[in-house]
């Protein structure tokens, strides 16, 4: 049934704006498995797309996927100090397997470093075996308390990868151009155009030297961690004697990387771009850009010929259509559906439609002024509709961007000036910082904001800050603030 | 390292050959957790293969994939009374998150019917609502103690679709319709022609009114079951109140099937088609069907833009091409390497090559009397492999028919003859059957087979059977019989 309650709206409750959409538009819903979600096939859709694109960029540059055990020795986690003092709080035990107790449990992975590194140990043992580039699609479960569909639950879906180099430069070439194909991915698929940057010591991965972050900016100005890429040194490689011998014949602990993106992106995708009558979607990640809606009066047989015929030709021009025409359901009610589920165009055909040889159209955004509809020789349509969506696409990505820099604060330099910028709406507050962990501390208990990044070379301010914005101090790195998710 | 050891061959130790070939062709590997594997590049490569076509086939039907928790409460699997039967000593148990013990342990999914109908139940209220058509690939975990790289381990990749209909016809259909698209696939895709029909009361799955299965004939004489279609009635949909208004505006249950195929078949399609010298791949399935090795002597420079050449115009003409120019590795470890892992077609080419224009051939099956390598003008070559690899293909399927059909023995009359079968070498072997369990205990007992289906319609002997095997009573059901995976 068509549930025709309008969302709340953004400005009333972002949060519960949020949740309903989510809901609503059939992306996720809550499951009876305390932090865990489902994932409803509209959302798994966007997932998919999302994965397609991806992968196929870590292939082009060499990646191969593989597929490691979900349950990971208690043993293998405890062996870096960091990685279990980081993760130990968010574990999921197996005490028992076959109806007995286990004599050494299990965690579900919470992420694949150590179980990977000991088998990369196994299967490496010259610098000819070397890079090892490999990624997994997983599941993953950190037990979380406050959970959000897609932003943070016990269980979510995503990639993995962890390689291994003979040279600490090779391994940092790798983060960054991971961290360059996450970047392309969300400006170009996502429309979603993140910061990237360092972590600080504070807010790096549990067991990384260095940790790459992508940070986005949703609509009601918060940051959302979009992907990571980390320098891992050679701490695992200790840890798990993941040894090579050099071309020089000495024996060598190996380099690693590790970086990820999860299903949290879905979620990121909505806050970007989702309006008061639900999702929008960028046409890349739509699983149906054009829904066709048959308007049916009495002689309903031409009119379905044509809506095939229509559909079957927007195929051939490589555009993803699904023809809605379910019956017991007004078409009003299907066009009120599709909105709310994001898709890009809809195309409606009546008998009115076929007499004139024009369909109507109508585009899920529509520019201020501009008609809703608009009625269009079929074949003008159809030769149109890859360009109409590349235009979309742009414009999406075009106004994220926009919103972005409308809301990013430069040049902050006390914690007046911050907490009064945070206050009045910014996103992103760059100020100078000493390099002491007690500065974040303080900033983040007076204005909730975190340190979301160090800049990189393109995102800083072009006049580097010269004090700290403790007031203590000269700066030694400019930070990014925002409060985030 | 190339291993130059060869591989146990399979007339001496079917198994120790399986086992040595499954690791040195890099498909899978033992890992550090007791029971799971780890499944390499080369083994996922192929099964992302077999995930493209068999997705695509279910797209194609009108089915949709989600994602669905791993986690599911026990008191869920509890509520299907043979479910539990069936799974109960299979079960790992997470009974600690975050650092407590939880009031209710979960079980990790050994299948997701419970959990997937409790959510169906909230999603349709309608006759409108119905059909259901969701698939999902996820890994599932049932402990198993004596275990096989791809054919028995405590996780295993799969998908698992289920489905709710309106009435018991429509879902029965259902059932019948993977059936055959599990068919088709391993047919034209696998080239491992299986045997379709129905298990027996006791093989069934637990929790369904009725299972069918496809089982195949590996080089061993032994069956596998390669995959199963369930119609579960409204067992489940009782049990988690999955209930509809019907059209006439009575509340009914709604009808459910289920049904999958794991990385299991990874492993069928090693001991369909590998030889003595390691992996043979259906084309379709393999990650890559031509591996081109550049021979290098000295000026390397046109050799290798000659490789590039031709392997951009073999991609074109839509191969999968791999180019092998690593140094330090002789030409003959390469050809080694790639037979074992069973790449179809290798292209070598050389100084002397370029001169001619041509390159040389190798077939990775080179039929009976043949010349292992062939010199074939460079367009020649690369105009006919499309064709090359489709005859590659057809081969293999048809080779595993033939060995099927000349393994199978029906009109079986007694447990004699049964047993002189079995052990004479046969696979299939066809008899009457009474219908009593304890014919099924009986026969196991006495030869190791198990009934392995219920002929379909198109494997059934073209007299049936009168009498049961066992000496009593009268057939009701023509049983195919095997020693089984």
């Given at each position: 049934m068509a549930d025709e309650k309008k969302l709340t709206s953004r400005s009333e409750d972002f949060s519960a704006w949020y949740n309903e959409l989510v809901q609503r538009a059939e992306l996720a819903d809550y499951s009876p498995t305390r932090g865990s979600m489902v994932i409803r096939p509209w959302g798994y859709g966007i997932w998919e797309l999302m994965q397609r694109a991806l992968d196929d960029m870590f292939k082009e540059t060499g990646h191969e996927n593989a597929y490691f055990p979900l349950l990971i020795p208690m043993s293998f986690i405890e062996r870096e100090k960091d990685h279990i003092e980081g993760f130990a709080p968010e574990l999921a035990v197996v005490t028992q397997g076959g109806g007995k107790e286990l004599e050494e449990p299990y965690a579900i992975r919470p992420t694949s470093e150590t179980i990977i590194y000991s088998m990369y140990a196994k299967w490496v043992q010259s610098y000819r075996d070397l890079p090892v580039l490999m990624n997994q699609w997983a599941n993953v479960m950190r037990w979380e308390m406050r959970t959000r569909l897609?932003?943070?639950?016990?269980e979510f879906l995503w990639q993995e990868g962890h390689t291994a180099h003979a040279t600490a430069d090779e391994a940092k070439e790798e983060t960054l151009l991971i961290l360059g194909i996450y970047r392309t991915f969300m400006e170009e698929w996502m429309g979603m155009p993140p910061l990237t940057g360092l972590k600080t010591e504070s807010e790096?991965?549990?067991?990384?030297?260095s940790t790459y972050t992508l940070e986005a900016l949703m609509q009601d100005n918060k940051a959302l961690q979009a992907g990571t890429s980390h320098f891992l040194g050679q701490n695992f490689a200790r840890q798990f004697d993941l040894k090579f011998q050099s071309e020089e014949g000495q024996e060598e602990y190996a380099w690693n990387t590790s970086w990820g993106v999860s299903t949290r992106l879905v979620g990121g995708l909505v806050m970007t771009h989702g309006d008061d009558d639900g999702l929008v979607l960028p046409p890349r990640l739509a699983p149906a850009q054009v829904v066709i809606v048959p308007i049916l009066r009495g002689d309903d047989g031409p009119v379905l010929e044509k809506v095939d015929e229509v559909a079957a030709r927007l195929k051939e021009a490589g555009v993803r259509v699904r023809i809605d025409?379910?019956?017991?359901?007004?078409p009003g009610a299907k066009y009120y559906e599709w909105e709310r589920k994001g898709v890009p165009y809809r195309v409606e055909i009546g008998p009115r439609d076929l007499e004139k040889g024009s369909v109507a159209l109508a585009r899920r955004l529509t520019p201020e002024g501009a008609k809703r509809k608009e009625f269009v020789p079929e074949d003008q349509a159809i030769a149109e509709m890859p360009g109409r969506l590349e235009a979309f696409q742009r414009e999406l990505g075009t106004a994220a961007l926009a919103r972005r820099d409308a809301a990013t604060v430069r040049g902050v330099e006390s914690l007046e000036e911050l907490e009064e910028a945070l206050d009045g709406g910014a996103g992103f507050v760059f100020t100078g910082w000493n390099g002491d962990p007690a500065v974040e501390t303080m900033v983040q208990e007076r204005?909730?904001?975190?340190?979301r990044l160090i800049p990189g070379d393109e995102f800083r301010s072009s006049e580097a800050p010269t004090k700290c914005v403790s007031g203590?101090?000269?700066?030694?790195a400019e930070v990014a603030w925002a409060r985030a998710y």
């Open positions: 897609f932003l943070r639950t016990a790096k991965f549990a067991g990384a030297v025409a379910r019956e017991n359901l007004s204005t909730k904001a975190t340190p203590e101090g000269s700066s030694v």
